[in-house]
């Protein structure tokens, strides 16, 4: 059976909303049942850290513990959330996310990840048309693959979404299509920049799970599994929205070798600890419903 991870985003929040500590973090996801962890940079403590933040030693130690801790847990961290890169920002926002996202990869490296899930760049006002935004990317993720090359990293692109309004109609954005999203990945055209398709996006998108699995074959190294009600990106526990889960799991028996990856964001965060807790086993236990049934279906292919 595939296994089962999270995103360290699942406990990231206590009741006062302030941030949980990696070390507590881990912990507690462990005592949920999970063993793989997907370790989301952008919530990463030291960030909100001016001092520490630029100094690579305090990442390489803060790195090291949770490793550390990640070993006497029998945990493992495979997979990341890098940080996303939005052009509309100024030159030193833009240019403190490509700091803050090479030290996150000097992080990853100790903490074992191999792939990190991206979002595509958002392109500056005024190159917001599909072909610029096209060049743009290609032309990041060229760049940023040879970075994330240097630390053994594989990039999966992740299927975007978009503002929708009251009237059900949404704001055009590059990457919220299948076309888009695959036309990106072969455009890049290098060995590690794979896909990561978000099952959640993808159904507030109306994208067709089967017609994006299909595309995407043995490129894609990365799910995102979470719900919705189809008109806002919830990160629900799955279930609670309107994801067809036994399409999704048939569809993956084919070819997917990754983890089955829980984005479940609002299930547990900001609670009560007791009551967090709980939410995060039952998040788990969803994880292992889905992977048991894509069990089910793999076997049932091959009888
Ligand atoms: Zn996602």
Redesign the pocket.
Known sequence: MMDVATTTRACSLDLEKKPIPILKTMRRLRDAGFRVLDWYAPGCELLGDATRANQLDAWKRWAGEAREQAERLGLSFRQM?ALDQDLTKGRDQVDHVEAMSEMSFHAAQILGVRCA?IHPLISKPGRRDRASCLKDNTAYFRRKSELAGRFGITLAL?NMLTKRYFDGRMEWRFCTCLEDHVELVQSIDCENVRY?F?V??ANYTNTDVRSAIAAMKDDLVAI?V?DNDGFSDQHLIPFQGTIDFELFTRTLAGDYRGDMTM?VLKGANGMPTTVADLALKTVYESARYLAGRVWHHKHKREE
């Open positions: 959330h899930a992740e990561c978000d959640g996006h995102h979470h984005e």
